[in-house]
């Protein structure tokens, strides 16, 4: 990991905010050169702290409102199993996040879907056919209280 100082956390909040603004533009704000601002970002680029650059899509807008959260518990602990479960999790479109989590189940993951009718497809042609599943417990999400992707730095 690299040492960030003042001026690499300014431009990290500022991508957060903004990853498609301008080099000319993040200069400006930090009071850099042009050049100096873009070595800058790309030596945080060439670390592991950036993961990437992404569009945001509003699930609602893509007909996609509805977030499910499933607690999911497997028949087995062993590590062939948590790998193949894994692969099929990753291999289901409507499933947003996966997390291997402690306490009373194995995972949580969040679907989207568009209602109750096509969660419960998603439960039939994915959910319940994923290997080594011992129990599915599934939450509606009633509305979004708050959603973040911005890290504090």
Known sequence: MISLDKTDR???RLLQVDGRMTNADLAEKINLSPSACLRRVQRIENSDIVDGYVMLVNQEAMGKPTSIFVDISLNSQSEESFDTFEQAVKDCPEIMECFLMSGDSDYLIRVVA???Q???RIHKKHLS???GVARIRSNFALRTV?????LEI
């Open 118 to 120: 096509d969660f419960e």
């Open 129 to 131: 056919r994923f290997p």
């Open 146 to 150: 708050c959603k973040k992707t911005m």
């Open 114 to 116: 568009t209602d109750a």
């Open 10 to 12: 300014k431009i990290l």
